[in-house]
């Protein structure tokens, strides 16, 4: 029982009684929906790779975002990693195609430029038809720096733009950090009239 909790701590954002929790159910279900559940984590983890052209997560050397005839081939989302391209996909506004990084610029971390899937945007940018850029990286010194050193880099092929950080819906602006009021003012836009 301490093994299988100790494994579900290792997980992110996993802590001890959560692991307990998850490690209780588990040794209450029955014996053929845990070995269900076994398989699925080891097929995962022998079939899934990173598609060819985005580096997402796929089974498949394209993967489904790639392959749909229906995405704008014109414009790319650049996100960090993905979960950022799995929290935009949710909103369903998105209709273009992605590249994930696969980080950030962190010098502190010892991770450089060449350690990310910089290189490969570059050369998608040099070979396919692409007008606009979509910055969407987090909102913090390694993604500020990693947005800086892309636009720069980038700004010679398509256009580059970032997506706007501002209010979450509902919130109070009494209780809104400087940065965040900050970056609100300068991503305001015109009102539809």
């Not at 350690?115 to 910055?135: C, G, P, S």
């Amino acid at each position: 029982m301490a093994r299988l909790i100790d494994q579900f701590e290792r997980l992110p954002g996993i802590g001890p009684r959560t692991a307990q929790r998850l490690a209780l159910h588990l040794l209450n279900q029955p014996e053929e929906q845990i070995h269900q559940f076994a398989d699925a984590l080891l097929a995962a983890r022998t079939k899934v790779g990173q598609c060819q052209s985005c580096f997402h997560l796929s089974a498949e050397p394209l993967c489904e975002i790639c392959r749909n005839p229906e995405r704008s081939n014109g414009l790319i989302c650049v996100v960090a990693d993905s979960r950022d391209l799995l929290a935009l996909e949710r909103t369903r506004e998105f209709k273009g195609l992605y590249h994930v990084l696969g980080g950030l610029i962190s010098p502190m971390d010892g991770v450089g430029p060449e350690l990310l899937q910089i290189t490969t945007l570059v050369k998608r940018l040099t070979k396919e038809e692409i007008t606009e850029v979509i910055l969407a990286l987090p909102p913090s010194v390694e993604g500020d720096t990693t947005s800086l050193y892309l636009a720069r880099l980038l700004k010679p092929f398509c256009s580059v733009t970032r997506i706007a950080y501002g209010l979450p819906v509902g919130s109070e602006l009494e209780y809104a950090d400087e940065i965040t009021l900050s970056r609100a003012l300068e991503g305001r836009r015109p009102m539809d009239e």
